[in-house]
């Protein structure tokens, strides 16, 4: 019996797939990039997110129907209510929320772990946000500043639905940050493995926007790869 060996992508693949897969499934312009983007960071670090892309994917079906989300200031603090709540279209703007001074509070979100992503990519240059969510069973924090990210997670969050709270923080130390720096240095030298039947529901849904080979789609489809997550 021959056992397939899961493919192994470089970090650009991951984007650049990610990237035409949210386009192709109806995500909004600029959003798609970066919600690509925290798929890729958490991928480079060992947590998953490939397989929660393709859980939204199979989730939202072939198209996403983008509605903004209500967002009230109680007085405490910005909180953000959608349909879905999800945090592949909603952490740019709870980052937004939370970088300009606000506590944020995302109710029943969905990946809260992209949320994660999303902060530890942007706050830098001093900022530091503290972010929690959880469920009945168990609770997970993160720690994300100056572009690195220290997590205390319990695996039974990271796809539920719960309330995410994310407020000014600590960023965390050299120590606390290590362990997923060093999955980060490791995926730059050898790529990653990914699971077959989540690379193909993404692939799928990248191809609903692949461009037919033409000289104007040589010259400039797929010319733009960011391989800094």
Do not use: Y
Request: with cysteine; glycine share 10%; proline share 6%.
């Amino acid at each position: 019996m021959t056992v397939d060996t899961p493919p192994r992508v470089s970090l650009a693949e991951v984007f650049q797939t990610s990237w035409k897969a949210l386009e192709g499934t109806g995500f909004p312009a600029g959003i798609d990039r970066e919600a690509a983007a925290n798929v890729t960071w958490l991928e480079a670090r060992g947590l998953g997110g490939v397989s929660l892309l393709a859980r939204e994917i199979e989730r939202l079906g072939e198209t996403v129907a983008w509605e903004p989300p209500e967002i009230d200031d109680d007085g405490n603090g910005i909180i953000i209510r959608a349909m879905p709540a999800t945090g592949t279209l909603h952490a740019p703007g709870a980052i937004d929320w939370a970088l300009s001074g606000n506590a944020v509070t995302v109710v029943d979100c969905i990946a809260p772990l992209l949320i994660v992503a999303e902060a530890a990519r942007r706050a830098v240059d001093g900022a530091a946000l503290s972010i929690t969510w959880g469920i009945e069973r168990g609770k997970s924090t993160a720690k994300c500043g100056g572009g690195q990210a220290a997590l205390s997670l319990d695996i039974r969050t990271a796809r539920a639905p719960s309330t995410v709270t994310i407020r000014a923080g600590k960023p965390p130390s050299a120590k606390q940050s290590r362990h997923l720096a060093g999955f980060h240095a490791q995926s730059l030298r050898e790529g990653i493995t990914v699971d077959p039947e989540d690379w193909t529901v993404i692939k799928k849904a990248a191809t609903r926007v692949l461009v037919p080979a033409s000289a104007q789609s040589r010259s400039g489809a797929g010319a733009e790869v960011d391989d800094s997550a």
